[in-house]
């Protein structure tokens, strides 16, 4: 039919435009975070691409339901102000005839999200976690290139080698710059090696090299001692010892590792990745309900009042979700309190527009 695929097109290009321009937002916006963490030494410089790309791509889903909410709300709002709902109506279509481009619509959007929420977005936050604890342990030596500062995570201490060897375990020309709360130390070495103890400890045994320390007052930062002293070695932590893995987060485990541990806190990220793919559905209903509004109605009202329920409908999902995980709500509570309500809400504002139209609930 000319209408069902007519609307689907708008849908769809819509749709496009719509998920461009977020999806530029969100990078720009994961772009300044991770840099923020990679010049707070969190993670490895190099790998900042890797993560902007890792974290957006667990963002996908709210993409996904906000574009489709977007798309839905400006077509439907743009038909009634153009009068093209008028010559729907006149044909005999009603609101309701709307939802068969609208499910045309829907179901690749669906089907995407629900690979991002349990395929992808646990994929992407594994990998991340692996990156950032790689970045976390890799020695600081290792991170250092030749010939330029380098700032280890917490910008605690600095380092720079002259040269590494292609093994990595050895460098050549370190200089080091220790501070502490009331102690600034320098360390000049010829060499150093990177060694292991029997705990598990990782050092870097400088060779052949000078110690000096400043040491001040930490009221009034006045000066109180200096000190100077040589070395044949000189071990200088890099690594503590780890007492165990770190587990898994439980936005980064399959779906079926969260229905084997069965606690509060699996079952509100269940809760999040559903309640993910419902939205996707409970949003186009929202917004063909809120779309409906007079031609010569002011158009920034409408748009104001859907995003106000968009905000809403998302922090109370958000908060539903938190406390599912806490173990004071079901799981089945979770589900309909917010995502149940919202569409029952959006279903009422239907089916008000529908009486109020000139069609009616009449068929074609």
């Not at 939205?279 to 009042?305: E, F, I, K, N, T």
């Not at 709500?329 to 309909?336: E, I, K, N, R, V």
Request: charge should be neutral; glycine fraction near 10%; proline fraction near 3%.
């Amino acid at each position: 039919m000319i209408f069902e695929q007519a609307t689907a097109r708008e849908f769809r290009q819509l749709a496009l435009n719509i998920f461009v321009v977020l999806l530029a937002v969100l990078l720009a916006v994961t772009l300044v975070r991770v840099l923020d963490r990679a010049a707070g030494g969190t993670i490895d410089p190099g790998d900042v691409v890797v993560f902007m790309l890792l974290s957006a791509s667990t963002s996908l889903n709210q993409l996904l339901a906000l574009t489709a909410f977007l798309a839905v709300l400006l077509s439907v709002s743009r038909a009634f102000r153009d009068h093209e709902m008028t010559v729907w109506f006149s044909t005999g279509l009603s609101l309701l005839d709307w939802f068969r481009p609208l499910a045309r619509f829907l179901w690749p959007l669906l089907l995407a999200s629900l690979a991002v929420a349990w395929v992808g977005a646990p994929w992407s936050a594994r990998e991340s976690d692996r990156l950032q604890n790689l970045s976390q342990r890799r020695d600081e030596s290792l991170q250092a290139v030749s010939g330029r500062f380098r700032e280890s995570t917490g910008g605690e201490r600095v380092f720079f080698v002259g040269e590494v060897s292609d093994d990595g375990d050895r460098v050549d020309e370190v200089f080091v710059v220790q501070h502490e709360a009331d102690k600034t130390t320098w360390l000049l070495a010829r060499s150093g090696t990177l060694r292991t103890d029997a705990q598990g400890n990782r050092f870097l045994d400088l060779e052949q090299g000078r110690r000096f320390d400043l040491k001040w007052s930490p009221v009034g930062g006045r000066f109180e001692q200096a000190r100077e002293l040589g070395f044949e070695h000189y071990g200088l932590l890099v690594r503590p010892a780890t007492s165990s893995a770190r587990a898994t987060p439980l936005r980064a485990a399959t779906g079926g590792e969260l229905l084997a541990l069965g606690d509060a806190g699996s079952r509100g990220e269940l809760l999040r990745r559903v309640g993910q793919s419902v939205g996707l559905v409970v949003l186009p209903v929202l917004a063909m309900g809120l779309a409906a509004v007079a031609p010569r109605s002011g158009r920034a009202y409408h748009l104001l009042q859907a995003l106000l329920v968009y905000l809403i409908y998302s922090s109370l999902t958000t908060v539903a979700e938190s406390l599912v995980a806490r173990g004071e709500w079901p799981f089945a509570l979770g589900l309909l309190a917010v995502h149940g309500g919202a569409l029952l809400l959006g279903a009422g504002l239907l089916a008000g527009r529908v009486r109020g139209s000139n069609s009616g609930f009449q068929p074609r």
